[in-house]
């Protein structure tokens, strides 16, 4: 017998969840046991309803399994990675925490509850801990934690070690976003190609709001939410993978690019965040080219879990620029979740049965 981790992939059939039916072949510490979807698949092979958009091929053990309701009846595991849509995740991730499940969420629904940590372990994997207030206050078993939304993954990963070293005051980030953070089959192709789209509902709120939570203390029962402030645009390109932020930053205390690129490439963050399987090494790869980091090349940097960093140089309004490089349904989603599950293995949070 396995003795590995059972895990529940819910939403497994779209963009995220595939993403994790791929990332979890052969993970060297979870066991799929159940695969969900909407009431479209519900009863049926996965390998008959999901529409497979991912290089490779569909993992042999995914295409038999029959997809079943998101409810913890059908569905018991200890551990539930999450791809569910915001509006469907508000009812059915806090049906699992009551039943006992730790739920690794992608979506937005609980991002802004106090006691609902946004995790990005290299940069706040103590933020893990709060899992204990929301036992306690909300009598659950299990859990809910989150991955913050994908354009926010790379910029706080990369705001971190200026924040540590230099401090922050303001930060004016503009995001160029892929097409796969729509989801499948996301924006008409007639909408985006030979085009640029201004405007992604409600994510100029998110990218202002949740590098604060993340990049803030542990406090009690909550988070303090960091004071610097941010200044979003946000835009969806013709790119398939791989979101571009470029930053402009004014520091705490002046720095020059040479000193923060020196800071960049040093960090490690806690550790309790190092040698997991899905820990990115290095966390941050700083590039010297004056064209780089670029999508198509440099989105699977570190198998995808790296933060690629590039053209750090002086602002002419603020102190510092650059441009980073997130891969969206790797690092920021289900990736992500799955470096945010190991975490809180480690962490014990799944009882001791299932420590890693
Ligand atoms: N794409 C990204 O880069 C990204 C990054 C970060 C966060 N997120 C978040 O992750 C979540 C999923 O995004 P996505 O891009 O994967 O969306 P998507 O491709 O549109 O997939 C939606 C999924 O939801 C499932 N679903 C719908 N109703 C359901 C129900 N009642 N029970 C169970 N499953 C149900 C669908 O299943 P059927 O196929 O069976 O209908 C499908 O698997 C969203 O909250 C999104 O905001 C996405």
């Known amino acids: 017998m396995s003795n590995k981790i059972p895990v529940a992939v819910l939403a497994a059939t779209g963009s995220v969840g595939q993403r994790f039916v791929q990332l979890l072949d052969n993970h060297p510490w979870f066991e799929v046991v159940a695969l969900t979807g909407s009431d479209r698949s519900i009863g049926k092979p996965y390998g008959e309803v999901c529409h497979w958009l991912l290089p490779g091929e569909m993992p042999a053990w995914a295409r038999e399994m029959i997809v079943r309701p998101s409810t913890p009846e059908a569905v018991q595991a200890p551990l539930a990675l999450s791809g569910l849509p915001a509006d469907l995740a508000r009812d059915i991730e806090p049906a699992?925490?009551?039943?006992?499940?730790v739920i690794c969420s992608n979506a937005s629904a609980y991002r802004r509850a106090a006691d609902v940590p946004i995790l990005l372990p290299e940069i706040n994997a103590p933020h893990v801990h709060l899992i204990e207030a929301q036992r306690r206050l909300r009598g659950w078993s299990g859990a809910i934690t989150t991955n913050p939304n994908c354009t926010s993954t790379g910029m706080s990963i990369a705001l971190k070690p200026l924040q540590d070293a230099f401090g922050l005051k303001r930060v004016f980030a503009v995001s160029l976003q892929a097409l796969s953070g729509a989801g499948y089959p996301g924006i008409a192709s007639m909408d985006i190609i030979d085009n640029v789209i201004p405007n992604i509902g409600g994510e100029e709120d998110k990218v202002e709001w949740e590098p604060r939570k993340m990049l803030g203390t542990l406090s009690g029962d909550s988070i303090e939410m960091a004071s610097f402030g941010i200044s979003a645009h946000t835009n969806r390109v013709a790119v398939t993978d791989g979101h571009v932020v470029t930053l402009s930053i004014e520091l705490g205390t002046r720095a020059k690019p040479a000193e923060v690129v020196e800071v960049l490439r040093a960090y490690q963050g806690p550790k309790e965040a190092r040698g997991l399987p899905f820990s990115p090494n290095p966390v941050i790869v700083v590039r010297d080219e004056d064209n780089r980091p670029q999508p198509r090349l440099d989105r699977m940097t570190g198998s995808g879990m790296t933060t690629v960093v590039g053209r750090v140089r002086p602002d002419s309004l603020l102190d510092i620029r650059m441009v980073v490089l997130s891969h969206n349904t790797i690092r920021g989603a289900?990736?992500?979740?799955?470096?945010?599950?190991e975490l809180i293995a480690r962490m014990g949070y799944?009882?001791?049965q299932y420590t890693r």
């Open 350 to 352: 799944l009882g001791p």
């Open 96 to 101: 699992f925490a009551t039943a006992g499940t």
């Open 334 to 341: 289900a990736g992500g979740s799955l470096f945010n599950a």
